[in-house]
Antibody
Framework: EVQLVESGGGLVQPGRSLRLSCAAS????????MHWVRQAPGKGLEWVSG????????GYADSVKGRFTISRDNAKNSLYLQMNSLRAEDTALYYC????????????????????WGQGTLVTVSS | EIVLTQSPATLSLSPGERATLSCRAS??????LAWYQQKPGQAPRLLIY???NRATGIPARFSGSGSGTDFTLTISSLEPEDFAVYYC??????????FGQGTRLEIK
């Protein structure tokens, strides 16, 4: 059974830093890209960042570029998000999500959709 | 950035009725569009990928269609457990992934 368990959220003051972690199990972690997706209270979903299986490809939403850093440790089956210079608008539930790999018409894709999600860790940025 | 606009914002229907949800992209995303369902207090669930393919374990009453900029999620006959918020998501513009703002499907 695939499990994704996020941790590291909490209350932090504007301008400070926080590091989120996601512990993965139930699948071969280093075969898959992984992502962070957030959801502000009562709002919709926002993709934050993604990282390929070998960390060779990384992407960020414009809203976090230059402030957040995604990383992974395949030996520990873990995904991380280092969040610096936090702002009030970063307040959200942060989900770790597994990338959906699939093949169609002989072509295989990743960095596509999200087939498994954790339950999220809440980050609140407030003074 | 590709913007996804979902309509309507809220849809009020009764169990047994047919639901039609729309997602429009600001530029073509080919067929690289997914639909998710999210219930209160839960993580989203992947329903449809590549516009029309049901994900594993998704009931046949859920179907997706469209390509380019206009997409539709159809629920043929609503079950009580289908009332939730639905999001579309595109993956056409690597590495940037974007979601629509959501459609709330509520019981009439």
């Amino acid at each position: 059974e695939v499990q994704l368990v996020e941790s590291g959220g909490g209350l932090v003051q504007p301008g400070r830093s926080l590091r989120l972690s996601c512990a993965a199990s139930g699948f071969t972690f280093d075969d898959y890209a992984m992502h962070w997706v957030r959801q502000a209270p009562g709002k919709g979903l926002e993709w934050v960042s993604g990282i390929s299986w070998n960390s060779g490809s990384i992407g960020y939403a414009d809203s976090v570029k230059g402030r957040f850093t995604i990383s992974r440790d395949n030996a520990k089956n873990s995904l991380y998000l280092q969040m610096n210079s936090l702002r009030a608008e970063d307040t959200a539930l942060y989900y770790c999500a597994k990338d959906y790999q699939y093949c169609t018409n002989g072509v295989c894709y990743d960095w596509s959709y999200f087939d498994y999600w954790g339950q999220g860790t809440l980050v609140t940025v407030s003074s | 950035e590709i913007v996804l606009t979902q309509s309507p914002a809220t849809l009020s229907l009764s169990p047994g009725e047919r639901a039609t949800l729309s997602c429009r992209a600001s530029q073509s995303v080919s067929s690289y569009l997914a639909w998710y369902q999210q219930k209160p207090g839960q993580a989203p669930r992947l329903l449809i990928y590549d516009a029309s393919n049901r994900a594993t374990g998704i009931p046949a009453r859920f179907s997706g269609s469209g390509s380019g900029t206009d997409f539709t999620l159809t629920i043929s006959s609503l079950e009580p457990e289908d009332f939730a918020v639905y999001y579309c998501q595109q993956r056409s513009n690597w590495p940037l992934i974007t979601f629509g703002q959501g459609t709330r499907l509520e019981i009439k």
